[in-house]
Each structure stands twice: as C-alpha cells, then as structure tokens.
C-alpha cells in the first residue's frame, strides 16, 4: 500500500484522468480510476479508497448524485469534487451535503495536493484495504509522518484566515513535503524540509498565530519526525 494513500479519480473526461492519475501516481499515492458515477460507486463498495476526486458533471449519474449515495454508504470518506469554472456555485453547494472540499480546472496542483492532503489528514489517513461494510480502523499511533501531516494540516486550518493563506499554507506544504521524503527514507531531505517547519512555527509564534498548547503539539510532532530519521524509519 502507498504510504500517502489510495486515491480513486472519477471523471468521464479522459484527459482529466491521466493528467489526474499521473500527477498522483508521481506524488507516491495509489491511484484508481472510474469513468461514470456507477463505476466509481462500485469502486468504493468493492474497496474503500482513502479519499475520492468527483467530478461534478458527468452522464449518468452525474457528482452531486454519487456523492449523495457515497454519503449514504461511508458518512466519513472524504471526497472533494471537481468542478469547471461555470459549475463552482454548484460544486459550493456539494459542501453542504458532505463534499469535504472542490477544486476547479484548470488545476492549481499545489492547491489540490495541499487539499487532497488535508482530506486524508480529516480522515486519519491511509487505511489498510477494506470494503465499506467494515468498520473503519483507526490509523496507526507509530507512524510520526502521518501524525506529523494531521497535526500541521489541523493547526493551519484553525489560523486566521491571514495566517492561513501564508505561514498556514507553507507549513502545509512543508509537512507534505517531509512526510514524502520521510516515507521514502531520504532522511537529508526530510531533515530539511523538518526545518523548514520549524522556522515557519518559529514565525508563527512570534506573530501570535500559534501558541500554548497547539505549539507544544506541533513541537512533539516534529520530535517524532526527528526520532523517526534517527532510528532509520
């Protein structure tokens, strides 16, 4: 299984699928694909991804309606939907039936890693395998890069939304960026990208956006990450 999770694309344009699953692919996830809401509903029955990118409009059952019966099988699966310029007013309504996020063509890639990032970290991250009927299984406690990615992506989401669009944003995407390189046992890197963090914590400290008890979390976190590069994991 991939370290950063198993994703299912879903859109009835084949460009926007392997644009999709190559980029994804290249980022270290798992990628599965669907080109109709009924193939992409039979996909999360047979085997729960960890997270789904919906298009909104396709034939057939189009998005909205995928989502909805998605919601009906698995209320915790996050599934962020895709949408085209003209369509964002409706992807915006998908929010209030469950929809966890949705990103507009064409792409802004580091936007949607950061998001797709964020819905995993919503979720607990990866899970082993399992067909919707089970019950879900908590994520791991021993893994400091996926603790580490949970932590960073909660404490940007509760910055003010000033903070959030500049420190908030780079810590999320440092904390993406170590936890691949980590995974992947390129400690020079991880370490690097671990310091990073930590100077952009430093900054936010000092403008009041991160303190007390968050601080602490985000500190144990990275000590973990740090243990984990020392201990070769």
């Not at 999360?44 to 960890?50: A, K, Y």
């Amino acid at each position: 299984m991939s370290p950063l999770g198993r994703l299912l694309i879903v859109d009835d344009e084949e460009p926007v699928v392997e644009v999709l699953s190559d980029y994804f692919s290249g980022q270290g996830y798992q990628v599965g694909t669907a080109r109709n809401g009924a193939e992409a509903l039979a996909a999360v029955r047979r085997t729960r991804p960890d997270l789904v990118l919906l298009d909104v409009r396709m034939p057939g059952i189009d998005g909205v309606e995928v989502l909805r019966r998605i919601r009906a099988l698995d209320g915790a699966l996050p599934v962020i939907m895709v949408t085209a310029n003209e369509d964002v007013a409706l992807a915006r309504e998908t929010l209030k039936i469950g929809a966890f996020d949705y990103v507009a063509k064409p792409f802004d890639f580091a936007y949607l890693d950061r998001t797709v990032a964020a819905g995993l970290a919503r979720a607990g991250g990866p899970r082993p395998a399992e067909a919707i009927t089970e019950e879900p299984e908590a994520a791991p406690a021993d893994d400091p890069w996926r603790y580490l990615a949970r932590v960073v992506f909660r404490l940007a989401r509760s910055m003010p939304d000033g903070a959030r669009g500049s420190t908030g944003g780079r810590l999320e995407a440092a904390a993406l960026a170590a936890a691949r390189e980590g995974a992947a046992a390129r400690t020079t890197s991880a370490g690097e990208h671990l310091d990073e963090i930590e100077l952009l914590a430093d900054i936010a400290e000092d403008l009041g956006d991160l303190s007390g008890p968050d601080l602490a979390e985000l500190e144990a976190a990275i000590g973990a990450a740090r243990a984990a590069l020392a201990n070769g994991r």
